[in-house]
């Protein structure tokens, strides 16, 4: 079993919809997690970090934890032509800090 | 601007050659790490420094090397070892694990030829 895990999609998503991006950890001790935005060819960028169980939102983003059931999800609200990306979820390792990835899931936004 | 530095983007690997790919911090940040990306993969850890005069090995160090001489400095030697090195290689560092985020390069695209 990973110890972060993603579908790899594609998650395909008309314009104007909301998109759902789920991953589950395996390491019950995490206390930090986090999604990235990657364009093809680009570098991650953060999105959303979230450390406390409950929504945390920033303008169309909505990230969810919930260390009982150890999973974290991202929302995109009104989806635009431009969140078309791969995202990534990290979970930073309780025992070490290390940050762990998970393979990532693919999102179409489709006009 | 603070920020991560890599260089070059591009870069093209002749086979049994050794190539460098540079990476420089200017955000202060003890910990720095490689990581590499395959066409439609997550990021898998090569190596990575807590520390200056420190480093560690990730899940898959063999064929590559490090040094981190300097605290803003952390490059990366892929080696005529690595056999299979045509990937998208990235640099982060991180602050204090009670600022956790990563931090990335632009990334240098890795090509044998």
């Known amino acids: 079993q990973k110890e972060v895990e993603q579908n790899s999609g594609p998650l395909s998503v008309p314009e104007g919809a909301i998109a759902s991006l789920n991953c589950t950890y395996s390491d019950r001790g995490s206390q930090s997690f986090f999604w990235y935005r990657q364009y093809s060819g680009k570098s991650p960028e953060l999105i959303m970090s979230i450390y406390s169980n409950g929504d945390k939102e920033d303008g169309r983003f909505t990230a969810q934890l919930n260390k009982a059931s150890q999973y974290v999800s991202l929302l995109i609200r009104d989806s635009q032509p431009s969140d078309s990306a791969t995202y990534l979820c990290?979970?930073?390792?309780?025992?070490?800090?290390?940050?762990?990835w998970g393979a990532g899931t693919k999102l179409i936004i489709k006009p | 601007d603070g920020g991560i530095t890599q260089s070059p983007k591009y870069l093209f690997r002749k086979e049994g050659q050794n190539v460098t790919l540079s990476c420089e911090q200017n955000?202060?940040?003890?910990?720095m790490y490689w990581y590499r990306q395959d066409p439609g993969q997550g990021l898998r850890l090569i190596y990575y420094?807590?520390?200056?005069?420190?480093?560690q090995k990730g899940d898959i160090a063999e064929g590559y090397s490090v040094s981190r001489e300097k605290k803003e400095s952390f490059p990366l030697t892929v080696t005529s070892a690595q056999k299979n090195p045509t990937a998208f290689y990235l640099c982060?560092?991180?602050?204090?694990?009670?600022?956790?985020?990563?931090?990335f390069g632009q990334g240098t695209r890795l090509t044998v030829v």
């Open positions: 955000l202060n940040h003890d910990a």
């Open positions: 420094s807590q520390i200056v005069n420190d480093f």
């Open positions: 990290a979970v930073m390792r309780d025992s070490n800090y290390q940050l762990i």
């Open positions: 982060a560092s991180r602050g204090t694990h009670y600022v956790p985020r990563a931090f």
